[in-house]
């Protein structure tokens, strides 16, 4: 029987603001609190050498797993892969395995970077990466090997910025990243069920009931973050009925930043 030795905090409360891969989400740093009493300030003893390290954790927000999974990016012929070939979080044994980047250890605060968890993740256990034992970058990875990796770049502008800014100020959610996160690969793949592409090379991407606006350069795959919006129409705002209980947010947004809801 296992049990946390702590949890990890950071951001991203959702499972859709986690990045596929957490080396693809560098600049987000996390915090790992161990757990007091329990001479964990002893076993971390001599950690903070090391650049990288594996991080066991629980994906405590899955109650079942899939014998099959689609992947991000899937190969041709590949749409659905099995469970042991892939890095699914639904698995038989809700188990995780991330080798992060160790910024600092602090008592019993390892503060990280490029992690792919949620905030209250459990943490079971850590181990330092060894390079020489731990990497085999000649190693083939089989349908891995066969995507069609397509990164794209992601800039913002100012006005997308400052309401980003208020956002995460307000309520703790950090829009920025998670456009980044969705975005960086594939973003206008039809099968993205947040993503809705307009005329003119505009899209959207919704992010629980807001919108983000950006504009698209498919040949040079660049991605400009344009502005954000309430997903509201007028009569839902005005509707007594608040589902997710953020209607005052999003009133408070509205005027803050002086838009008009759609009619």
């Known amino acids: 029987m296992f049990s946390p030795i702590g949890y990890f905090y950071n951001s991203a409360h959702y499972k859709f603001e986690v990045p596929r891969q957490g080396v693809f989400f560098r600049g987000h740093l996390g915090k790992i609190e161990l757990l007091p009493q329990k001479d964990f300030e002893i076993a971390l003893r001599d950690l903070e050498g090391f650049e990288r390290i594996w991080v066991i954790f629980q994906f405590h927000q899955n109650a079942e797993w899939r014998p099959t999974t689609r992947p991000p990016v899937p190969a041709a012929g590949k749409e659905r892969v099995g469970t042991f070939a892939s890095r699914s979080p639904y698995r038989p044994n809700p188990i995780g395995l991330s080798c992060v980047r160790l910024i600092s250890v602090n008592g019993l605060t390892l503060t990280i970077d490029e992690a792919d968890l949620l ?99 498919e040949k040079n795959k660049k991605i400009c973050l344009q502005k954000i919006r309430s997903g509201y129409i007028a ?29």
């Not at 956002?167 to 993205?192: H, M, T, Y």
């Not at 009569?235 to 809801?261: C, G, M, V, W």
């Open 119 to 217: 905030s209250e993740t459990p943490i079971l256990d850590i181990k330092p990466y060894i390079p020489k034992a731990d990497a085999f970058p000649q190693a083939k990875a089989g349908w891995v090997d066969l995507q069609n990796i397509d990164p794209w770049e992601i800039s913002a502008t100012e006005e997308f910025l400052v309401q980003s800014r208020w956002i995460e100020s307000v309520c703790g959610w950090d829009l920025k990243s998670f456009a980044e996160c969705q975005l960086n690969n594939s973003p206008l793949d039809s099968s993205r069920r947040r993503v809705k592409v307009h005329e003119n090379q505009i899209a959207e991407l919704a992010f629980r009931t807001f919108r983000i606006d950006f504009s698209f350069d």
């Open 235 to 263: 009569d839902e705002l005005n509707s007594a009925e608040d589902i997710y209980s953020d209607k005052a947010l999003h009133r408070e947004f509205l005027a803050h930043f002086a838009q008009t809801p759609n009619a």
